[in-house]
């Protein structure tokens, strides 16, 4: 079951994990009805108290490439399908931003399972 208590926990635990710190920049791009935008995130962020950046209101790869670029993101997270895009964006890989304040992130994945 899920209680206030364990899901503030795994959100500190993340951002201990990653070395989150106030001087951090979160960048998310990933939805926050989901636990990795909220819990992974939102949580991380705020119990270390890093500054939290929404690039936009859908997953766009360049409005994330720039949001890193413009608030000198620290910390990018998405799921392969996201830094896939972000990877083959023109302006990314005509060297056109600069994404070099970038330390850590997280990656999630989906499983699926065969019973």
Not at 4 to 18: A, D, Q, T
Not at 63 to 70: E, G, H, I, P, W
Not at 79 to 96: H, R
């Amino acid at each position: 079951m899920l209680s206030h208590s364990n899901i503030l926990n795994n959100g500190f635990f993340v951002g201990k994990r990653i070395h989150l710190t106030p001087n951090d920049v979160l960048v998310t791009p990933v939805p926050l009805f989901h636990c990795f935008g909220y819990v992974m995130s939102n949580l991380a962020a705020v119990t270390h108290g890093s500054k939290l950046v929404y690039p936009s209101d859908v997953f766009s790869p360049k409005a994330t490439l720039k949001a890193v670029q413009d608030e000198k993101g620290t910390v990018l997270q998405g799921v392969p399908t996201m830094f896939i895009a972000e990877l083959e964006d023109p302006d990314f890989k005509a060297g056109k931003l600069n994404v070099s304040t970038l330390r850590s992130g997280i990656m999630g994945t989906l499983r699926s399972s065969h019973f």
